[in-house]
């Protein structure tokens, strides 16, 4: 059985029947309502040699209720090493889910997500966001919370004895960094006191630097 629909201008279509026009579909980013939509890039300062396997590099945690963060993607913009060079090896990025967090880390460099800061669009609400922080220096202490028994994406790469040399470039640890493209279709939704992580583990003996980006929209329901 076909079915109608009557446009604004009176004009009908048929769905499947013997007339059929077609329909056109225009992809939108996910209504923000009366919030926003926002994205950081943050660069961590020179780490330091020797970083214990594992250890928090980046950490963004929600705080607010009855509202979600709809985290639409996540990416390592890149790792590069300094002028000594690596004990040759894998290194490992992980992203994990955070949940229970009651208690923020501390250390390294925070996000400042005030006023029109980091929304993409400047009639769009500040940011409800808690914290949002990469390391400094080295790792970042953990604050309150559990993680999740597994990560929820990853990224391993080559690390060589050749100094200042650029390992990876921009890779993506989860979803989309496209709203246009409506996003992930399966983006990481965050209640209040729940966040992600990121892990990072390298071999000894140099320093480095790496970046983060994040996409996130804030909505009352999804």
Do not use: H
């Not at 290194?91 to 996000?111: E, H, I, K, M, Y």
């Not at 993409?120 to 993680?147: D, F, N, Q």
């Amino acid at each position: 059985m076909a079915i109608q629909i009557q446009g604004t201008l009176g004009s009908i279509i048929e769905v499947d029947g013997p007339n059929t026009r077609c329909l056109r579909v225009v992809a939108r980013p996910t209504d923000y309502g009366w919030m926003g939509q926002y994205c950081v890039s943050l660069q961590s300062g020179t780490m330091a040699a020797g970083l214990a396997a594992a250890s928090e590099v980046f950490q963004l945690r929600w705080i607010a209720t009855p509202s979600l963060a709809v985290v639409w993607g996540v990416s390592i913009d890149g790792m590069a090493g300094g002028t000594a060079s690596f004990s040759a090896g894998p290194g490992f990025f992980a992203l994990s889910v955070a949940r229970s967090w009651t208690v923020d880390g501390s250390g390294g460099t925070q996000a400042i997500l005030t006023g029109n800061n980091q929304t993409m669009r400047s009639s769009m609400a500040p940011s409800l966001m808690g914290a949002v922080r990469i390391s400094s220096t080295g790792a970042l202490s953990a604050g309150t919370k559990t993680y999740d028994a597994q990560g929820l994406g990853g990224s391993y790469f080559a690390v060589s004895a050749t100094a200042s040399t650029n390992y990876i470039n921009q890779v993506g640890l989860y979803g989309s960094m496209s709203l246009e493209e409506g996003g992930n279709c399966s983006p990481i939704i965050l209640s209040q006191n729940e966040g992600v992580g990121i892990a990072a583990t390298v071999p000894g003996s140099a320093t480095w630097r790496f970046g983060v980006t994040v996409l996130w929209s804030e909505v009352d329901a999804y």
